[in-house]
């Protein structure tokens, strides 16, 4: 449903329908709102994999995932005129990713280290 949400932001005329103006502070939050969105993806995503994958961290296939559906939006958007492809949004998705995913990792470093188990 994540990336669902995520696909549709990205390829929906979502400044005409809201009426939002360009700025370079939009500019930076947007950035911002692509790390994030994909930080959320990726975690969500390496989460199903190691359920589905006994033994598999998921960080890999996440990774790999995150970072396909995000070149996937932007590929969408270079034949639409409200949309433009932007290497800087891929930037902004790996950089999301890389975050998201290191902070997975550490949960459940620290998960491990005190000890905790779902399984209790």
Not at 48 to 68: D, E, K
Not at 102 to 110: D, F, S
């Amino acid at each position: 449903m994540w990336a669902l949400l995520i696909v549709l932001g990205g390829v929906l005329p979502l400044a005409q329908m809201f009426g939002w103006e360009q700025s370079s502070s939009l500019s930076l939050a947007a950035s911002g709102t692509h790390a994030f969105e994909y930080a959320v993806m990726a975690i969500l995503f390496a989460v199903a994999w190691r359920w589905r994958v006994p033994g598999s961290t998921g960080l890999l296939p996440a990774a790999a995932l995150s970072m396909a559906l995000g070149l996937i939006v932007e590929l969408i958007q270079i034949p639409l005129s409200w949309r433009d492809f932007s290497v800087g949004d891929l930037a902004a998705n790996a950089a999301g990713i890389a975050v998201g995913l290191l902070l997975l990792m550490v949960a459940r470093r620290l998960r491990e280290a005190s000890g905790w188990s779902r399984r209790r």
